[in-house]
């Protein structure tokens, strides 16, 4: 059964197509720095928003008909949002999909065999339909933040019998990961925080986390999983505060408990600017680390503090980004589209618009941030900003044999350093708009 019966397969067609069911800038096979489109940007859906949310929000019910000719909260429903999910990819060749278990499934609340079994049934049922496609799974995660049994917490919880609970979800849906061949597991850290310090012994709780993630990673590779483990670092709702907070926060995490040659960082474009950074900025941070793994491509609403999950529109930012995937030399995970049509959105055409829209930009991001690179004008003005540390003393810091009383010694022969050089921001700030506006009349 067709659900998108009146969407077209999405084709390139260019800057010049009108067509809005068609691409103006992803062109799979376009090779870009000896690379194709399509191997540069590993686009996913995400099982949540794509095949589940349907508009409701704080003030009102949905508006979105995600039923898909089925009675939702059943396993016949959980079967057409597969059968849904793979003609949406394939139409637009999306040939990655990321999951929580519960999006996959109906959780039953009496019994956790119950919704495991379900997991089983589906993921057998995913096997099949995608069975002679080329479409896997990116990653899978445990829903550990919905449930109201995690409202202190999941590896943070309180309680010893909510920490099995969330270890069991873990189990399974690296089980689940492992069977759909999937690249990666997050672990987003929904309730992994706290409202008050006068309830929360921050420290006990951390180290619960890192339990919870060690016990993962020995079963993960017990079982052959061979992927990376992501932490999606976010700094804040639904906790007022989470330990994830960003990416030096979560990598500091990381090595602390020794977890740092497991996991990578799943960066989301719009947590990155809760936590008052740019999506670039998270992105080097993670790249300079080692732990660039996976990235949730959405974008937030700069005149609100809450997590959005737009689709991406923003093409300085998805420019500025995809510099900074390039410079790490790309993703060894992929850009998930964690990102929901808007509420008034609301019809099935709109899911396609909006992929083709967050696929568009991505895609105008990397062409201008590869022509950025080759231009040259950022790199070279970087290389000789740092040029005095190439020499001299300069160059016994950078070896590590420079002493404090060599460059005291130094700085009283000079008296005073001579003028560091201007920053030239402005200066940098016009190549970039050059580069991207270069065919502008
Ligand atoms: C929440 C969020 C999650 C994670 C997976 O802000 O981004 O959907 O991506 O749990
Ligand atoms: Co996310």
């Known amino acids: 059964m067709a659900f998108f019966e009146n969407i077209p397969e999405i084709k390139f067609e260019g800057p010049a197509s009108k067509n809005p069911l068609a691409f103006k800038y992803y062109d799979a096979n376009r090779v870009i720095m000896g690379k194709t489109m399509e191997e540069h940007l590993p686009f996913a859906m995400a099982w949540w928003h794509n095949l589940g949310a349907n508009g409701v929000d704080m003030f009102g019910r949905g508006t979105i008909d995600k039923s898909f000719g089925a009675e939702p909260g059943t396993m016949e429903h959980a079967k057409a949002k597969v059968d849904a999910g793979i003609e949406f990819m394939k139409k637009l060749g999306i040939k990655y999909y990321c999951w929580h278990d519960v999006d996959l499934v109906p959780e039953c609340e009496e019994d956790i065999n119950v919704t495991n079994a379900r997991l089983d049934e589906i993921s057998d049922y995913i096997l099949e339909k995608t069975k002679g496609t080329d479409i896997k799974c990116l990653w899978g995660t445990a829903n550990m933040f919905g449930n109201p049994r995690f409202m202190n917490g999941a590896g943070s919880t ?25 690249r990666g597991y997050v672990f987003w850290g929904g309730r992994e925080g706290y409202e008050t310090l006068l309830n929360t012994d921050v420290k006990f709780e951390q180290e619960n986390i890192a339990q919870l993630m060690k016990m993962a990673v020995a079963y993960g590779r017990s079982i052959g999983f061979t992927g990376d483990f992501y932490i999606e670092p976010k ?74 999950d737009e689709f991406p529109c923003d093409v300085y930012s998805a420019t500025f980004a995809m510099y900074e995937v390039l410079k790490a030399g790309g993703l060894t995970g992929g850009f998930n589209f964690d990102s929901k049509n808007r509420r008034p959105s609301n019809t099935y055409e709109d899911m396609f618009l909006a992929f083709i829209l967050g696929m568009d930009t991505f895609a105008q991001g990397l062409i201008k941030a590869a022509e950025i690179i080759e231009d040259g004008r950022l790199d070279e003005f970087k290389k000789e900003r740092y040029a005095s540390f190439n020499e001299g003393l300069g160059a016994k810091v950078r070896d590590g044999s420079a002493t404090l009383e060599e460059l005291a010694a130094a700085a009283a022969d000079m008296k005073a350093p001579a003028n560091p050089g201007s920053g030239k921001t402005e200066y940098l700030q016009s190549v970039v708009n050059n580069v991207l506006f270069n065919g502008n009349k």
């Open 158 to 182: 309180n309680s010893a019998d909510v920490y099995c609970f969330a270890a069991a979800q873990v189990k399974k849906a690296l089980d689940i990961t492992v069977k759909l061949g999937g």
């Open 235 to 308: 700094p804040k709702e639904p906790m007022t505060h989470q330990y994830d907070f960003d990416a030096a926060t979560a990598i500091g995490f990381l090595r602390q408990y020794g977890l740092d040659k497991d996991f990578k960082m799943n960066i989301e474009a719009n947590h990155a600017t809760l936590a008052g950074h740019t999506f670039e900025h998270e992105l080097r941070i993670s790249a300079m680390n080692g732990m660039l793994g996976s990235v949730d491509a959405n974008q937030g609403n700069p005149m609100l503090g809450w997590d959005t």
